[in-house]
C-alpha cells in the first residue's frame, strides 16, 4: 500500500519559516520524482516546484530564491524548506511522487502565513 504524508505545516508570521515534510512508505522512493504544488481557498492547483531522481530541482518564479526542495532517500522523504513566507503563501501543500505515467498524492498540509 503506497501512503504519502505530509508533516509539518502551521501558522507562522510574515518574514518566518518553516519546513514540511513528505514521507513515502509502499514505493521504490528513490525512483521517483517529487513535485510540490498548492492551493489557495477560491484558487486552482499551483506547481511550486520539484526535485528530480538525480537531485535536479525547479521551481515556480513566485517562490524562487525562497524556497528549496531536498530529498532524503535513506528516509523514503522530500523536504520543502520556505523561508521569507508571505501571506500569499497561504495554501495547503501537496507532495506529489511521479514515475513515468504511475503517481501518487499526499493528504496536504496547512500552511498559513498571517501577523
Known amino acids: 500500500q503506497v501512503r504519502l504524508v505530509e508533516s509539518g505545516g502551521g501558522l507562522v508570521q510574515p518574514g518566518g519559516s518553516l519546513k514540511v515534510s513528505c514521507a513515502a512508505s509502499g514505493i521504490f522512493f528513490s525512483s521517483y520524482a517529487v513535485t510540490w504544488y498548492r492551493q489557495a481557498p477560491g484558487k486552482q492547483r499551483e506547481w511550486v516546484g520539484d526535485?528530480?531522481?538525480?537531485?535536479?530541482?525547479n521551481y515556480a518564479v513566485s517562490v524562487k530564491g525562497r524556497f528549496t526542495i531536498t530529498r532524503d532517500n535513506a528516509k523514503n522523504t522530500a523536504y520543502l524548506q520556505m523561508n521569507s513566507l508571505k501571506p500569499e503563501d497561504t495554501a495547503v501543500y501537496y507532495c506529489?511522487?511521479?514515475?513515468?505515467?504511475?503517481?501518487?498524492w499526499g493528504q496536504g498540509t496547512q500552511v498559513t502565513v498571517s501577523s
Open positions: 506529489n511522487c511521479r514515475r513515468s505515467i504511475e503517481e501518487y
Open positions: 526535485i528530480t531522481t538525480i537531485d535536479t530541482t
